[in-house]
Structure formats: structure tokens, C-alpha cells
Nanobody, 115 residues
Framework: QVQLVESGGGLVQAGGSLRLSCAAS????????MGWYRQAPGDQRELAAT???????NYADSVKGRFTVSMNNGKSAVYLEMNSLKPEDTAVYYC?????????WGKGTLVTVSS
């Protein structure tokens, strides 16, 4: 079992920054991808950014150049540095992990960007 717990969400003005953290615990030894998805009200959940255990990153076009995803060496935490935030970044941000064939999710943290 792996547990993913997010922190760092909140309210920020447009143009501001936030850093999300996700702590992974339990059987993390075969996690090979971690990252963040997000879901805005009325929308489907979508990719924000992911990073593999080898350090390869993938970003949604809408966040490229503004968001940075990183993972610690022990694969026990993943971070999302969000800069130049826009109102359209408002969403619940979910921590994501891929462990073999299994996809794991945190419960989410709300990010609200005011204009």
C-alpha cells in the first residue's frame, strides 16, 4: 500500500507563486513515475506535470515555462513549483504515482488563483 498526502494549496493572486508537496509513504520501492494532475470545476482531470524516477519530465502545454516538477532521491516526495499563476490554474491538484501497473492518487489540494 502507498499513501499520497498533498499539502501547500491555498489562495493566491494572479501572478503569484505556490509550491505543492506530496509525501508518499508505504511500499514506495517500485514507484517509477510521480507527478500532478488537476481538475477544475466542471472539467475532467488533466495532466499538469509528471516526472519519472530517471528524472524525465512531462508538462501540459498550458503550464510549460511556469511550473516545475521535482522528486526527491528516495521517491518519497514530489513537488510542484508554480509561478506566474493565472486564474485558469484554479483547480484541485492531485498527487499521482505509478507503481508497476497501478495508478495511485492523493485526495487533492485546492489551489485558487484570484484575478
Amino acid at each position: 500500500q502507498v499513501q499520497l498526502v498533498e499539502s501547500g494549496g491555498g489562495l493566491v493572486q494572479a501572478g503569484g507563486s505556490l509550491r505543492l508537496s506530496c509525501a508518499a509513504s508505504g511500499s514506495i520501492f517500485s514507484i517509477n513515475v510521480m507527478g500532478w494532475y488537476r481538475q477544475a470545476p466542471g472539467d475532467q482531470r488533466e495532466l499538469a506535470a509528471t516526472i519519472t524516477s530517471g528524472g524525465i519530465t512531462n508538462y501540459a502545454d498550458s503550464v510549460k515555462g511556469r511550473f516545475t516538477v521535482s522528486m526527491n532521491n528516495g521517491k518519497s516526495a514530489v513537488y510542484l513549483e508554480m509561478n506566474s499563476l493565472k486564474p485558469e490554474d484554479t483547480a484541485v491538484y492531485y498527487c499521482y504515482a505509478k507503481k508497476g501497473p497501478f495508478t495511485l492518487w492523493g485526495k487533492g489540494t485546492l489551489v485558487t488563483v484570484s484575478s
